[in-house]
């Protein structure tokens, strides 16, 4: 996990008239190695978890997830569903967009999720990419094999 901290990063043309928006601290986890599940209930992506502690409770936190490579492998045209947390509550949630079939069924998808979270709190939150099966008997696969393909979320404390 990578982490930037600074007080605050500033346009070059200055900070608008009466406005504050400063990004205070970015942080971001990568999931490169690969990871499936049967399951038809929600699980979390190993390694696609984050935890960030806003340094005021005014902060909004511009939470995004992108990349990774979404497989079906089922030979029965199932699709995948992904969802982003803040601890235990859903923030973002999408079906993988099908960028095509092989010749054995098996599909493969992309996803990207952004959200502009209000937490509210100055106690540690923690974001996490979950996916499941929807219908089916087939697996779901996050991969990373190319930098492409990596499943990247990234949290920034954006000041209010």
Known sequence: MSQLKVNSIIPVSGVPTGGGGGIVQIVSASQASGFSTSSTSFVDVTNATLNITPTSSSSKIFMTMQGGRFGMFDNSGYASEVQVLRDSTVIAKTQPSDRGTNSNGNTRASAALSRLDEP?????????????????????????????????????????
């Open 120 to 160: 509210s709190t100055t106690s540690q939150i923690t974001y996490k990419v979950q996916v499941r099966c929807i219908g089916g008997n087939g697996t779901v696969s996050v991969t990373g094999g190319d930098t492409g393909d990596i499943l990247t979320i990234t949290a920034m404390e954006v000041s209010a």
